[in-house]
């Protein structure tokens, strides 16, 4: 009976280090990144000093270059590689505006699904599944606004890209509203930076490096911040019609 005991408890410290192991490979390469160094502007500086090469290789590959550009950025999507806002300029630079911006947006949203797919497996239900009435009930909350939260968390670039996947998978959000609300709140910061890319050439030229803050700037930043306000109005007005009907029950 106890060697039969010890057996399944074997098997469940196994089944919890695979449940785990994703997930862990993702933070830990994040944290080499971070120590390493992994910078925007010296990201740039590669560019900048293979601008040539980089376009005869697209044009070498021809129609297989979109798929080639977008694969590896689902590959730095999924594991949280901090060189998203690079890898966009460099889609601009190199397809021009929409579409580099289109193919940043597919990769982005496809490596975002993969990395949230792994962490609802991984560790999403068990989660919550042991989560206090306190959580439970922000879960709930969350869930039922799920698009509207997820757009905001999207569109503001308050938020990194990994938190936003993790936060999403905990809070377990249906697999289609996920994909489809990332596509939608990650649009304008996709095309600002393919933007930014596609007048890279004109910037190398003068010596200069791109303004990756330009999201920042209260131009972009106030736009963005009135769509994230205007996704939370229905929110807002279900909260405080709920807060009206309470005096009544």
Do not use: H
Request: aromatic share 12%; proline share 5%.
């Amino acid at each position: 009976m106890d060697q039969n005991m010890a057996r399944a408890e074997g098997r469940s410290v196994i089944r919890d280090v695979m449940r785990w192991f994703p997930v862990l490979v993702v933070v830990a390469i994040v944290v080499a990144c971070l120590l390493l160094g992994v910078r925007t502007d010296t990201a740039f500086q590669v560019l900048a000093k293979n601008r040539e090469s980089l376009l005869a290789f697209v044009a070498r590959l021809g129609l297989f270059a979109p798929l080639v550009f977008i694969a590896v950025y689902v590959a730095v999507a999924a594991l949280s590689i901090p060189l998203g806002a690079i890898l966009t300029v460099t889609a601009g630079f190199l397809f021009d505006t929409v579409a580099g911006g289109l193919y940043s947006l597919l990769g982005a949203t496809a490596g975002g699904t993969i990395l949230f797919l792994i962490a609802r497996t991984s560790f999403g239900s068990s989660l919550q599944r042991r989560a206090g009435p306190m959580l439970q009930k922000v879960e709930a909350g969350f869930r039922e606004n799920a698009a509207n939260y997820l757009f905001v968390l999207r569109i503001v670039p308050l938020f990194p890209f990994w938190f936003v996947n993790l936060v999403s998978a905990f809070f377990g959000i249906p697999l289609r509203t996920f994909a489809l609300v990332s596509l939608l709140g990650m649009a304008p910061a996709s095309f600002v930076y393919a933007y930014l890319g596609a007048g890279i050439g004109a910037v190398i030229e003068a010596g200069r490096a791109p303004d990756f803050d330009i999201i920042k700037s209260w131009p972009v930043l106030g736009p963005l911040l009135a769509l994230a306000l205007l996704a939370l109005i229905p929110v807002i007005y279900k909260w405080l019609k709920q807060r009206q009907e309470q005096p009544a029950r």
